[in-house]
């Protein structure tokens, strides 16, 4: 149970760590942009080398019957060079209750922490089982990302500059249709051949709208929320992205903290 624990929130920080990226301050003041896939294509370039991110991940589950609302917040600093990161999880998981625990990625070695415990728990990650390896480094994401920017499959609109926190930022719905998360499904567009046929496509799979927020000064970008609905479940998702490049070192729990 605590395996799959595990691999359940160190895969949500991944996934948070996959839509981050990497932007370096400018003195300039930069010129403002009328055109969705140009505000797109500036956030895909500060992303791509991004070194350090703080991002916050809020996931909240309504599914039918006594469950009813679960989800996961995930705080994480993460040091997108090395893959390593620390995250402190809030879980809400209805009427199983509530969890609170810190995850450490450091090189090869799993920390985790309860609220119950308060030490850390030591576990090595071993190479054939680590899913940081089947994560494509971030040069190769933003080149995919900029050909997603020209598919068919994908309708972006500006709709606007508003206030964020302390900044402006561009607000842009994207709608991606069925078809192309499919193929991502699939791995058609993150290193499969691309002769590859993912075959027809799932009709459970919804189109997904994405709200983008990036910020105008530095085209960063600063946030991701979407909610998806499958029958009876409605999933929300909001990934938040701050402390753009500030540089951090994770190190090892001291010896006396640690079992295992």
Not at 14 to 35: K, M, N, Y
Not at 163 to 170: L, R, T
Not at 195 to 209: E, L, N, R, S, Y
Request: glycine fraction near 8%; include cysteine.
């Amino acid at each position: 149970m605590h395996d799959a624990r595990r691999r359940v929130v160190l895969s949500l920080v991944l996934l948070g760590s996959l839509l981050v990226g990497a932007c370096e301050p400018t003195d300039a003041a930069l010129p403002r942009l009328t055109e969705p896939a140009e505000v797109l294509e500036e956030a895909i370039r500060t992303t791509a080398e991004l070194e350090y991110v703080h991002a916050r991940l809020d996931l909240a589950v309504t599914v039918p019957g006594d469950a009813g609302r679960m989800g996961y917040v995930v705080d994480a600093d993460i040091d997108l060079g090395r893959r390593e990161f620390h995250a402190a999880v809030d879980g809400n998981l209805g009427i199983i209750g509530a969890t609170r625990a810190q995850i450490l990625v450091v090189g090869s070695d799993l920390y985790m922490r309860t609220e119950e415990t308060g030490r850390w728990q030591r576990s090595s990650i071993a190479p054939g089982t680590d899913p940081r390896a089947d994560v494509p480094p971030n040069p190769a994401i933003a080149v995919a990302l900029r050909g997603l920017l020209e598919d068919p499959s994908i309708d972006a609109e500006l709709t606007g500059v508003e206030a964020c926190g302390g900044s402006q930022c561009y607000q842009l719905v994207a709608t991606i249709a069925p078809d192309l998360i499919w193929r991502v499904v699939n791995g058609a567009v993150f290193g499969a051949p691309p002769d590859v046929d993912p075959g027809p496509v799932d009709p459970a799979i919804p189109a997904v709208t994405l709200e983008i927020e990036v910020e105008e000064a530095t085209r960063r970008l600063v946030s991701i929320a979407t909610t998806i609905a499958v029958d009876a479940t409605t999933a929300d998702v909001r990934v938040t992205l701050s402390n753009h490049d500030l540089a951090l070192r994770l190190v090892h729990p001291p010896p006396g903290e640690v079992d295992g």
